[in-house]
């Protein structure tokens, strides 16, 4: 688990399929993600068991409340040869710093527990709310260019960006 001032970063158990549906539902939430909105809590909570499984996505949990706000992931890229980050959060809880305090809890967690230096990240270039997220912890542009949904329909033009530790 992973304290910050207000958060609670922790593994996803099936019984936060409830409010992880909020989010995950919402077209406004999903409109930059490369997967589709969830159409249904059962397919989420499959989807659930899977992240508990890989353990690579973990719950924001707003302290206090024990309400599952968000979710952040740290995967393994090979092709950046770097651990990705990714996060998503209820729209409800927007524009409160929620996202940066996260990112900079993870961060926190992933170099000073699992010794790990190197990260990357992606967002829309549309996306201006995300890029301010990643530049507050410290990303740097790396390269430009484009990811799509998982069917491919929708491309999004992209920052790649990268953060270093030592």
Partial sequence: MINTERLLIRPFSISDAEDAFEWRSDPEVNRFMPYPC???????????????????????????????????SLEWSEKDDAYEIGYNINR??????????????????????????????????DNGASGRVLEKCGFVQEYTGQYSRENGKIVFEALFVRLHID
């Fill in 92 to 125: 409800s809880f927007w524009r409160n710093g929620y996202a940066t305090e996260a990112v900079r809890g993870l961060l926190d967690w992933a170099y000073n527990e699992r010794g790990i230096h190197d990260f990357t990240a992606f967002y829309a270039k």
């Fill in 38 to 72: 969830d159409d249904n809590v059962e397919e989420l909570r499959q989807r659930i068991e899977e992240w508990i499984a890989d353990n690579d996505k973990y719950a924001i949990v707003l302290k206090g409340t024990d309400k599952v706000i968000g979710d952040i």
